[in-house]
């Protein structure tokens, strides 16, 4: 999607640059470029941000499930003797 939209501002870039104006050539930009995409774009973005919001909640709720009630947390995730470590750690 990247590759058309940067194909889009290049036509509409080429098309402002041929106008009678620099007001001409700086509106059509924003007119037929800027603003359309940006819509559009933002439109095409709406169910990744959705996928990402799911994806916060459920590690919140994750998190807040370590806690225990009185306070301590779990301690289930550190690496013992027969978990080999993760040498980028």
């Known amino acids: 999607m990247v590759i ?3 194909a889009w501002l290049y036509v509409v870039f080429m098309m402002s640059i041929t ?3 620099a ?3 700086v509106a ?3 007119l037929y470029g800027i603003i359309p995409l940006t819509i559009v774009l933002y439109l095409m973005g709406t169910p990744q941000r959705k996928r ?3 994806k ?3 590690l919140t709720a994750e998190r807040k499930e370590e806690i225990n009630d ?3 947390v779990k301690r289930e995730s550190e690496p013992t003797s027969e978990t080999p ?3 980028r750690a």
């Open 19 to 21: 106008e009678q104006s």
């Open 23 to 25: 007001v001409a050539g």
């Open 52 to 54: 990402n919001r799911q």
């Open 28 to 30: 059509t930009f924003l």
């Open 85 to 87: 470590r993760d040498p």
């Open 56 to 58: 916060m909640k459920k």
């Open 4 to 6: 058309v939209a940067i």
């Open 70 to 72: 009185d306070g301590s």
